[in-house]
């Protein structure tokens, strides 16, 4: 499968029965834009947004507590709009709209347990929690934090809260306890919702310790709520003694069970709130600083999750939508949103391959999944082990599968087709925690070439830029918007002025929103992401995205991950650096000639590393990133300390690796002995990320 080659074709049946078409037959209809393409209806999203998305509001039929004076106040460009000015509406009442009856939430874990819950049921559990938060003092605007599973639990505490005006954030159970304060932390929260405990890999983890630390923390917090989640756990102190934060007035918050906060039966009635009214806070990675609190709006939200959901994912109520997410990725935010569509949502607790790779697959075929959200590394995973699930099971319910989190190559795109199904369209979709949603998304009208997104999403007006900051076609660029979006953060927390807003998304070029993606627009119109664009490789005057690279190296059969670093700058030609975990039997000595022979010949003698580097783990990010940018950092003389927070990464100790490594083999000179020894503790300190 070669880059660009045609995979799939939707037939006109498909496209005539999808909600994108069903919403240009009303626009044709009610006399508002005649667009016959995709081309023709993106081209007018972005050229009149505020006819666009006044359409969407009446097409979904969003619900005003207060009619808003208008669409779209303009700012400069991308920066400073404002969405509905005057609106007052909350996002939980398009949840609850839905009939009583019809399945809303089927929650799975690895341990084999299933739940369910109707519209009506989740209404109702909802109201119960909205009704015990608001005894608790919990008021408009105050934060509820909570650490929790992806379960039915998460999903009816958001609800809760939204409903009330208060201000939502979550953490997966996973994060270690000064990775979960230095965020919750920054929005002071007067309540925290919290696990006892949760399952992974087949093993329980018990949170008791975890949370006694986090509460210590938390200076502001009048509850803590805890969650039966495994099976014989006991309660433990949580405000005691222990649960004092230094240089702060003592803590004495109310503990209650899950059960004592649902006690009261109350009917679930949303507050109207401002259209720009915070809904929820989500963070940015940490790795090389506090992590960057990002505020969305109730309005924002609702208006982009029902485009993206309903138009470019085709949900539905006759869908059953699944994303494999934790509650601390913005993925499970959107999925959170298939309620909005009348979908049912799947939430799945629990790690993907266990006990087996085919455990996810199987789980899709049981429920009749018919949209499969995942990661492009799961589906390269499930490639490289050769599984072909459409062999084994039914899934002829599933039409789409979703990929994000990584550029997902050519090869993804085949296997997907080959092994899953010939009529499923392989949604690959790019966008970021700081709009929770895609810039580049997929279409029902689309055709799909391997490597490529199939479009811009509708009312996102996004552009390759060249070095002199004008849009390129058929070259590699900056991924930038030039026109605002609703769900563009309404601030950053404790941000008064907006200079941080500014400087971490403005400061490129005026008025227009910088992602920080490496990207090529073709001239049909497709997207190419090739990854940060502030890790980009640069030999000899040649740019190239960091995902081509991992494309060969990868394709080896000796090689099971890899991290390439180029400290190339300040005016001169660094040196490559590219580390490779082995897989098992592997002859490392032949593996390291292997990938220096194949790097010359499929890409160029330039792009030969200076140094292959062997370890057996390399680092990620909690949400499963390569750490590119902090590595580099410290090869070109910034202490570990300074340049990487060790609570943001998933596996620590593939750092120490990486670190003992790197001084080995001579590059970590400019340091001291103690910065690149094994086992320092890296502190949340440093530059921000983006």
């Given at each position: 499968?070669?880059?660009?080659?045609?995979?799939?074709?939707?037939?006109?049946?498909?496209?005539?029965?999808?909600?994108?078409?069903?919403?240009?037959?009303?626009?044709?209809?009610?006399?508002?834009?005649?667009?016959?393409?995709?081309?023709?209806?993106?081209?007018?999203?972005?050229?009149d947004?505020?006819?666009?998305?006044?359409?969407?509001?009446?097409?979904?039929?969003?619900?005003?507590?207060?009619?808003?004076?208008?669409?779209?106040?303009?700012g400069e460009?991308?920066?400073?709009?404002?969405?509905?000015?005057?609106?007052?509406?909350?996002?939980?009442?398009?949840?609850?709209?839905?009939?009583?009856?019809?399945?809303?939430l089927?929650?799975?874990d690895?341990?084999?347990?299933?739940?369910t819950l109707?519209?009506?049921?989740?209404?109702?559990?909802?109201g119960?929690?909205?009704?015990?938060?608001r005894?608790?003092?919990?008021?408009?605007?105050?934060?509820?934090?909570?650490?929790?599973?992806?379960?039915?639990?998460?999903?009816?505490?958001?609800?809760?809260?939204?409903?009330?005006?208060?201000i939502?954030?979550s953490?997966?159970?996973?994060?270690?306890?000064?990775?979960?304060?230095?965020?919750?932390?920054?929005?002071?929260p007067?309540?925290?919702?919290a696990?006892?405990?949760y399952?992974?890999?087949?093993?329980?983890?018990?949170?008791?310790e975890?949370?006694?630390?986090?509460?210590?923390?938390?200076?502001?917090l009048?509850?803590?709520?805890?969650?039966?989640?495994?099976?014989?756990?006991t309660?433990?102190?949580?405000?005691?003694?222990?649960c004092?934060?230094?240089?702060?007035?003592?803590?004495?918050?109310?503990?209650?069970?899950?059960?004592e906060?649902?006690?009261?039966?109350?009917?679930?009635?949303?507050?109207?709130?401002?259209?720009?009214?915070p809904?929820?806070?989500?963070?940015?990675?940490?790795?090389?600083?506090?992590?960057?609190?990002?505020?969305?709006?109730?309005?924002?939200?609702?208006?982009?999750?029902l485009?993206?959901a309903?138009?470019?994912?085709?949900?539905?109520?006759?869908?059953?939508?699944?994303?494999?997410?934790?509650?601390g990725w913005?993925?499970?935010?959107?999925l959170?949103?298939?309620?909005?569509t009348?979908?049912?949502?799947?939430?799945?607790?629990?790690?993907?391959v266990?006990?087996?790779?085919?455990?996810?697959?199987?789980?899709?075929?049981?429920?009749?999944?018919?949209?499969?959200?995942?990661?492009?590394?799961?589906?390269?995973?499930?490639r490289?082990?050769?599984l072909?699930?459409?062999?084994?099971l039914?899934?002829?319910?599933?039409?789409?599968?979703?990929?994000?989190?990584?550029?997902?190559?050519?090869?993804g795109?085949?296997?997907?087709?080959?092994?899953i199904g010939?009529?499923?369209?392989?949604?690959?979709?790019?966008?970021?925690?700081?709009v929770?949603?895609?810039?580049?998304?997929?279409?029902?009208?689309?055709?799909?070439y391997?490597?490529?997104?199939?479009?811009?999403?509708?009312?996102?007006?996004?552009?390759?830029?060249?070095?002199?900051?004008?849009?390129?076609?058929?070259?590699v660029?900056?991924?930038?918007?030039?026109?605002?979006?609703?769900?563009?953060p309404?601030?950053?927390w404790?941000?008064?002025?907006?200079?941080?807003?500014?400087?971490?998304?403005?400061?490129?070029?005026?008025?227009?929103?910088?992602?920080?993606?490496?990207?090529?627009?073709?001239?049909?119109?497709?997207f190419?992401?090739?990854?940060?664009?502030?890790?980009?490789l640069?030999?000899?005057?040649?740019?190239?995205?960091t995902?081509?690279?991992?494309?060969?190296?990868?394709?080896?059969?000796?090689?099971?991950?890899?991290?390439?670093?180029?400290?190339?700058?300040?005016?001169?030609?660094?040196?490559?650096?590219?580390?490779?975990?082995p897989?098992?039997?592997?002859?490392?000595?032949?593996?390291?000639?292997?990938?220096?022979?194949?790097?010359?010949?499929?890409?160029?003698?330039?792009h030969?590393?200076?140094?292959?580097l062997i370890?057996?783990d390399?680092?990620?990010?909690?949400?499963?990133?390569?750490?590119?940018?902090?590595?580099?950092?410290?090869?070109?003389?910034?202490?570990?300390?300074d340049?990487?927070?060790?609570?943001?990464?998933?596996n620590p100790?593939?750092?120490d690796e990486?670190?003992?490594?790197?001084?080995?083999?001579?590059?970590?000179?400019?340091?001291?002995p103690?910065a690149?020894?094994?086992?320092?503790?890296?502190?949340?300190?440093?530059?921000?990320?983006?």
């Open positions: 499968m070669r880059d660009g080659d045609l995979i799939f074709e939707p037939t006109p049946e498909r496209m005539g029965r999808s909600q994108m078409s069903q919403f240009m037959a009303w626009l044709r209809a009610n006399d508002i834009v005649d667009a016959r393409s995709y081309d023709e209806l993106h081209r007018w999203s972005v050229r947004l505020p006819a666009f998305w006044s359409a969407i509001a009446r097409w979904d039929g969003v619900i005003w507590h207060k009619r808003p004076e208008e669409a779209l106040l303009i460009g991308a920066e400073g709009a404002s969405f509905f000015p005057g609106a007052e509406l909350n996002y939980v009442d398009h949840v609850i709209r839905h009939g009583r009856l019809a399945p809303a089927i929650a799975l690895e341990t084999g347990n299933r739940r109707t519209y009506g049921e989740l209404a109702s559990l909802a119960a929690i909205a009704a015990g938060l005894s608790l003092g919990v008021s408009k605007g105050d934060r509820v934090a909570a650490v929790l599973p992806n379960s039915i639990e998460a999903v009816a505490a958001f609800l809760a809260t939204a409903s009330l005006g208060a939502w954030s953490c997966a159970p996973e994060f270690g306890a000064p990775s979960m304060t230095d965020r919750f932390r920054q929005i002071g007067t309540v925290l919702i696990a006892d405990g399952s992974y890999g087949g093993k329980q983890y018990l949170l008791h975890k949370t006694v630390e986090l509460v210590a923390g938390l200076p502001d009048a509850a803590v709520i805890e969650v039966p989640q495994v099976a014989g756990s309660s433990s102190d949580l405000s005691g003694g222990t004092r934060h230094r240089g702060s007035r003592q803590q004495n918050p109310t503990l209650l069970s899950w059960a906060l649902a006690a009261q039966r109350e009917q679930l009635n949303p507050l109207p709130v401002a259209f720009d009214h809904l929820w806070i989500l963070y940015s990675s940490g790795t090389t600083g506090l992590p960057k609190a990002i505020v969305h709006s109730h309005g924002g939200i609702l208006l982009e999750h485009k993206s309903r138009l470019h994912s085709d949900f539905g109520p006759t869908e059953r939508v699944f994303w494999y997410s934790t509650t913005m993925m499970w935010n959107f959170v949103g298939g309620l909005l009348g979908s049912a949502v799947v939430c799945y607790d629990g790690s993907a266990y006990p087996d790779q085919m455990a996810l697959w199987r789980m899709a075929a049981r429920e009749a999944v018919t949209y499969f959200g995942t990661s492009a590394p799961f589906i390269e995973a499930c490289k082990a050769q072909s699930p459409r062999r084994e039914d899934l002829s319910a599933l039409h789409t599968i979703g990929s994000t989190g990584a550029p997902l190559p050519a090869e795109f085949a296997w997907a087709c080959e092994e010939d009529d499923v369209l392989v949604a690959s979709v790019s966008g970021g925690t700081d929770c949603t895609a810039f580049l998304h997929s279409s029902p009208l689309l055709p799909v391997a490597g490529e997104i199939q479009c811009a999403a509708l009312g996102c007006d996004a552009q390759a830029f060249g070095p002199d900051g004008r849009p390129v076609i058929g070259e660029g900056e991924l930038v918007i030039t026109t605002p979006m609703p769900s563009m309404v601030s950053l404790g941000d008064d002025d907006g200079s941080r807003l500014h400087a971490t998304y403005f400061s490129d070029y005026r008025g227009v929103w910088r992602h920080g993606d490496w990207v090529r627009r073709t001239e049909r119109d497709t190419v992401v090739y990854g940060r664009s502030d890790a980009t640069n030999r000899g005057g040649v740019r190239m995205g995902s081509e690279f991992y494309r060969i190296v990868e394709a080896l059969g000796e090689v099971s991950d890899s991290l390439v670093v180029d400290t190339t700058g300040l005016g001169r030609e660094g040196e490559l650096v590219l580390f490779v975990v897989r098992a039997g592997a002859e490392v000595n032949a593996l390291k000639e292997s990938v220096r022979t194949t790097l010359r010949e499929r890409l160029s003698p330039r030969v590393p200076d140094h292959v370890a057996s390399l680092p990620r990010t909690l949400n499963g990133k390569r750490v590119e940018v902090p590595i580099r950092r410290i090869l070109l003389g910034t202490s570990p300390t340049a990487l927070s060790r609570d943001s990464l998933a100790a593939a750092l990486v670190l003992r490594e790197l001084e080995a083999a001579g590059l970590l000179s400019s340091l001291t103690a690149g020894r094994a086992g320092t503790e890296v502190s949340s300190v440093g530059s921000e990320d983006s």
